[in-house]
């Protein structure tokens, strides 16, 4: 593993929402299923507090996750996903026109699903740190091909307020440089529009020798989350 640098203090750390999205979740959003999972290698950037990594890992695969709060102990941790929680739930009530629950089976349901993966995740995290690295986009610290997958849920694109089209494009290549194939989502910020610069994007990363191509997917929660973008290495 290669050693990498990354700014803790980055200015747009406290204005990312840290989630608990549970596996199942992530295999909607991303489009996959369980045995495509497990059978490789996979990153999850960043990890927030899903129980993604843990239940890979359950099911017989190998994944990491990197995050820059990683950094923090597990009791730290726990405080800050009761606070994001809250946050999470209080976004969602003031945009209420943005979200359908019943995608969910209701936003009681929901909830419950993402205390779930939160105290699973929290249970693995302070049971190994190994599997759980501080690290942030766009420097990953993993040697060239290192993953088969590697999967970015609600950053890129998501926070387009935060971060510009050139830094993207370095995300989108650090990414193709660690893993085979690149699954982004969704492709609209956190208000439910369209990410604007995403056609130049796929120019630069074609210029860059990546393809693109977008998916349907079966995601439903939030309007806009019908797509994942997958990125792979030029042939």
């Not at 936003?107 to 190994?130: I, K, M």
Request: proline share 6%; charged share 30%.
């Amino acid at each position: 593993m290669r050693s990498v640098e990354y700014d803790a203090a980055l200015p747009a750390l406290d204005q990312i929402l840290v989630t608990s999205r549970d596996f199942d979740e992530y295999l909607s959003m991303f489009g996959l299923d369980a045995d495509g999972v497990v059978s490789g290698r996979v990153l999850d950037c960043p990890g927030g507090a899903s129980d993604f990594t843990f239940r890979v890992r359950e099911f017989g695969g190998q994944a990491v996750a990197v995050d820059p709060i990683y950094t923090r102990t597990p009791r730290e941790l726990a405080d800050l996903l009761r606070d994001e929680l809250r946050r999470g739930v209080g976004r969602a009530g003031t945009a209420g026109e943005l979200y359908d629950f019943s995608w969910t089976g209701g936003v009681d349901v929901y909830l419950r699903r993402r205390e779930r993966s939160a105290q699973r995740f929290l249970a693995d995290y302070a049971l190994d740190r190994g599997r759980y690295l501080p690290a942030a986009l766009p420097h990953l610290p993993f040697p060239d091909g290192s993953f088969d997958l590697a999967l970015v849920p609600n950053l890129l694109f998501s926070y387009s307020n935060l971060f510009d089209l050139s830094w993207h494009v370095r995300a989108v290549r650090e990414l193709v440089r660690v893993a085979r194939e690149v699954r982004i989502h969704p492709l609209t910020d956190t208000s439910g529009r369209p990410y604007e610069e995403l056609p130049r994007l796929r120019s630069l990363a074609a210029e860059a020798g990546i393809e693109t191509r977008l998916i349907d997917v079966d995601y439903r929660l939030r309007r806009g989350t019908e797509r994942t973008l997958i990125c792979r290495p030029a042939r």
